[in-house]
Structures are given as C-alpha cells and as structure tokens.
C-alpha cells in the first residue's frame, strides 16, 4: 500500500531533542509526545503536519539521545513515513522498533521540497513527488530489517523466537 | 586478517570464530540496564512480550537519574513505574534517591560492567564503559526489553576508526579536550555506525575518569560505541570493584581499521564546542569574553571526582562572579562524599555555587539550572543542541571541568589560566 502525504523539510542533524524536547520526557503516550513534535527547531510546524504527512530531512537524522519518545512522537503526530539521506544509528533501530518507516534517499532529500505531495510505496522504495513529476529511489532495506517490519518490530518478532506467537 | 578488541567481543558474545565489519549477529548480554525515562516504556514493551520475568535478575539494573529526585507530578509517576516493577519482579539492583547516582558512572563505579563483556542500556551515553575494554552501547526501550526478555540482542558488527594520541598532555589540557578535538574534526557523524577506537601512550597521563569521558562521548560522533583496551591502570581500577571474573580482550595485532586518526596533543589548548552543536569545536581562546550567565559542572562525561578535584583547583580562595550561577553536581554519592572528604565541597560553597545531589537534572533541561531565553551557558555536559538545557533561545558552550570553573569567576569564557594566573607564579 503507498503511503501518501505532504512534504516537510527539516535540514541535517536533526537530534532527538529537536524532534522531542527532554522536558516532555514524561509520558510514553504517543498522542501526548505528538503534540510537541519538533517544537525547537520550529514551533509553527507541528501545526501544519498533517495524519500522513512526510518529513523529509538532511543527513544524520535522529541523533543524539536513545529516547524511544522520538519516533513515538513523529507517530504520534500522525507522520506516516521518513525520508532522510542518513540516519543516526539508535533512531534507526527505534523507529523500525515502533513500526515508523524510513527510508534512506539522499537524492529525495536533496529534491524535494516544502509541501511537496509524495507518494511513498514501502515494498520497492520508490518515492513518487506528485508536485514535480519526479521519482527517486530509496536504498533497499536491510534483509533483517524487512524481517523485523514484516513481524511488526522487535516486540511481536521476540515473542515469535520465544514461541509466544504463531509464525 | 585478525580482529579489532570491537569484534572480538562481538564474535566472542555471538559463539562465532570470526565476525566481520557489516555481518549481523545475535549476542548474549552480559549485563543490562534503563533508567527513570526509559524504563517505563522498555517495562511497557517487556510486558507486551508476555514473559513472566527477565532473562536473569542479576544483570538487570535500574537507576532513577534523569527527573529523580522527582521534579514534579509527571515524573514520580515515571519513577513510580519503575519501582513498582522492580518490587514486583524482586529486582536487586535498584537504585532510587539518596543511593541514585547518574547512571554510567555509578554501574562502572559498582563493579556491573567489566572488560570483555557486552553492556547495553536504554541510554546513549552507555558508550561511556568503553573505558574498562568493554563493548558498550546505548540502545532504545523496545531493544532493551528484547534483550530483558531474552539475554540476546542482534548488532550490526560496526567497522572501528582508531584514534592514536601521542605527546605530552598540557596544563588544563582533559581527555574532555581530547574527545572535543575529535569531534570537533570528523563531526557529529564522523564516526555514524562505527566503533572509535582510543590508544597511544597519552592514555597513561590520563586519569581513568578522563578516560571515561572520551568514550562517553563517542555517540556524539555518531559512534556506536567508544572503547579502549583494558590496560594494567584499568585493570588495577576494576579488581576491587568487579562483580564478576573477568577476561580481558584485546585486538589482533593485524587488525584491520577502516581508518587510523594520529594526534600530537603537545601543543593542544582547552577547547570548547559552541552551540549549538558539539562539533563546533573551537580553542577557549577563541571565544574568550563571551558574557556568561550559568556554569554547570556535573553529568555522566564530568561529574567525577577528578572533574571536581580540577573545578576546586580553580575555584579555591575565588568567588563565583556576582552575575553567575554555578552549579555542581557530582555523578554518585560516593563521589559526593569523597568530594566532601577532600574539602571540595566546602570550596564550592565558599565560592558561592549550589551542589546538589546527584541527579542528570540540567544537562536535559530537567531540573536544578534550567535555562532561560538568551542565557549563555558553560556546561562539562556532552549535548549543546537547540533547548537542550532550557529555552530554545538558550547558549550552551560545552568544555572541561576547570575552563566551567574559570567561567563562573570570571564572569566570561576564559583560559584557566587567566583566573589562576597568581597560582602559577608562586
């Protein structure tokens, strides 16, 4: 199923503290954390994201602190896929963890623009920019990645290794 | 083709003769912990599992350091759910208020991580036990409760940039400088997906507690983990305190490094990144006169006792500036009684600081010294980013203990030795 929204760019190094700031660090509700999302790099901006929008962002995003609050609250928020031409390791690993989709595109990070309608399809990695008439290509996800996301994260994936779930 | 003291772990921990940089493995952990932020949603993930209890009560701990003592309703509910899953599950190694201290210095301190083994916490800043020859790394909630739940985790076997250093170490001069410079050079990824290495003979003038704040700060290169072999100054460090038998790896002599980073640090200065990133690495020189409004010396990369001992060689017999709030908190209540011991904690008063108890409180924006819009603050922390300690609006330049310490006299970013220039003449 592709996955369609609006763009919003946000540039290199984003860290977790940007995405959600420490202060909010006292609730694992996604809903709550949501209403906070980026409100240090731009506080008008997490009003103008809407259920299925896309964040497209610069190298390095989600560095910093290991805060699982971070793609919590970019679920929270209702955003339905990132697009970024790197990401810092422990987000990478969080967000995958959290059913939140990345993909890694330098290309669409470097093309795409504010507002910008994408369409996103998570099985090839094509990203399709309605706006420009554009198509990019994300690198595959890694094998074990894709087995992590088909289980629904780590959680369902250890309680299938355990036996606590049919496979 | 041999293997770094970083893969060496890794096989070790995975039964496999031989792993190399990019392979996935599952490893056993050897020991595991979150504290009051992440545990509850690691406990809410471990719970979602359907276990009945964890992998091995022994090598679980959770340390309430970030909002603990608790700094308002939210919080002690946070920490609340901690306790209770402690009390229920008869975990021993708990650690709440009055016996809490920042979470990577008092495991180290407590003997819970020592060389060779494989460490991982719901916290960044688990890199920090490179230090003793461990691997060690910072994972999320979700991760930590697998590995809860299993004792196993999978990695990605990172490649290793070692980083030589070699010379004489400077006056003022702390592995804090050391880490900077490094940053300061590759950037906050210069080293994304990697292990950073540190050797060459300055480690031997450093103290072990200058050496934990080089591996702290790996992740800020983008590391996943920081580590040095465990060398005799280590192992004298870790006998008296190890929980466990131990032994100690150490690479291939043909190990192979994707890069090697050589430094002469003879003619190095203190050096202070300027907000808002850490790899905004500039000598304190540079930026001297910079008007300050808040000093802070604590945190996981500088609240130890050796970090105190240099803030107080600054600070005795000196004020704080009247237009500054220095703030000391040392990382765990040993620290803080051997501070007091040492006749630390009466300077920092007479000087006019808050010592607090230990707590991560600031470096987060959390609590005691939270900063307004257009404050400038000097902090030993690790993380500079925009509302890091406070306001959006707020400064924070990260240095050394003592370049913290000549801040909060001064008034402004100086040398040290501009504020204990009388000392060096006598």
């Known amino acids: 199923m592709p996955i369609r929204g609006r763009a919003h760019k946000v540039g290199d190094h984003i860290d977790t503290d940007l995405i959600i700031a420490g202060r909010y660090l006292v609730t694992t509700d996604p809903a709550k954390l949501g209403e906070h999302l980026f409100e240090d790099l731009d506080p008008g901006l997490r009003q103008r994201i809407r259920p299925g929008d896309i964040v497209v962002a610069g190298e390095n995003f989600g560095q910093g602190s290991s805060r699982e609050h971070a793609p919590l609250a970019l679920v929270g928020a209702g955003v339905s896929a990132v697009v970024a031409a790197s990401y810092a390791r422990i987000f990478y690993r969080n967000a995958f963890n959290n059913g939140l989709l990345l993909l890694e595109c330098p290309e669409a990070s470097q093309a795409v623009q504010n507002g910008d309608e994408l369409e996103v399809d998570p099985e090839t990695g094509q990203i399709r920019n309605l706006t420009r008439g554009e198509a990019y290509q994300a690198k595959p996800i890694p094998p074990f990645m894709q087995e992590l996301t088909r289980a629904g994260g780590i959680i369902p994936y250890v309680r299938r290794k355990l036996g606590l779930e049919a496979s | ?426």
């Open chain 2, 1 to 426: 083709m041999g293997m770094t003291i970083t893969e060496k772990i890794l096989a070790a921990h995975a039964d496999l003769p031989k792993v190399e940089p990019g392979d996935l493995v599952e490893c056993r952990v050897d020991m595991l912990f979150a504290n009051d932020i992440t545990a509850p949603l690691a406990i809410q993930q471990f719970e979602r599992i359907g276990v009945d209890r964890v992998f091995d009560p022994d090598r679980v701990a959770f340390v309430l350091d970030h909002y603990s003592p608790a700094k308002d309703i939210a919080s002690a509910e946070q920490c609340r759910i901690t306790r209770e899953f402690v009390r229920k599950h008869g975990l021993p190694h708990f650690y709440d208020v009055g016996r809490a201290g920042i979470a990577h210095v008092l495991l180290a301190e407590e003997g819970f991580v020592v060389p060779g083994e494989l460490f991982v916490g719901a916290d960044s800043h688990t890199c920090n036990h490179g230090a003793l020859g461990a691997f060690a790394t910072g994972v999320g909630s979700s991760d930590l409760a697998a590995a809860m739940a299993t004792g196993r985790l999978w990695f990605r076997v990172p490649h290793t940039l070692r980083f030589v250093f070699r010379g004489s170490l400077p006056r003022w001069v702390t592995g804090k400088d050391l880490v900077l410079r490094i940053i300061g050079d590759i950037g906050v990824d210069g080293a994304r997906y990697a292990a950073m290495e540190f050797a060459g003979p300055v480690l031997q003038q450093l103290s072990m507690d200058e050496r934990f704040s080089i591996t702290n700060m790996a992740v800020e290169a983008g590391a996943k983990n920081g580590i040095m072999e465990p060398d005799e100054m280590v192992l004298e460090w870790v006998r008296p305190r190890a929980r466990r038998p131990f032994q100690p790896v150490y690479g291939d002599p043909d190990a192979r490094y994707a890069a090697v980073y050589e430094y002469d640090v003879t003619d190095m200065q203190p050096v202070v990144s300027a907000p808002p990133s850490p790899a905004n690495v500039v000598p304190v020189t540079e930026v001297a006169g910079v008007r300050v409004d808040q000093c802070f010396i604590g945190t996981c990369t500088n609240g130890r006792i050796e970090d105190l001992r240099q803030a107080a060689r600054v600070l005795a017999g000196r004020k704080v500036h009247p237009d500054v709030r220095l703030v000391v908190i040392p990382a765990t209540p040993r620290i803080y009684r051997q501070a007091l011991e040492e006749g630390l904690i009466q300077v920092f008063l007479e000087a006019g600081a808050a010592v607090s108890t230990p707590t991560c409180g600031p470096c987060i924006g959390g609590h005691m010294g939270v900063l307004a819009d257009g404050e400038v603050c000097v902090s030993t922390s690790s993380r500079n980013f925009i509302g890091r300690m406070g306001h959006r609006g707020a400064k924070v330049y990260l240095s050394n203990a003592a370049v913290a310490a000549a801040a909060a006299v001064a008034g402004k970013l100086v040398h040290p030795d501009e504020v204990v220039r009388e000392a060096v003449r006598v």
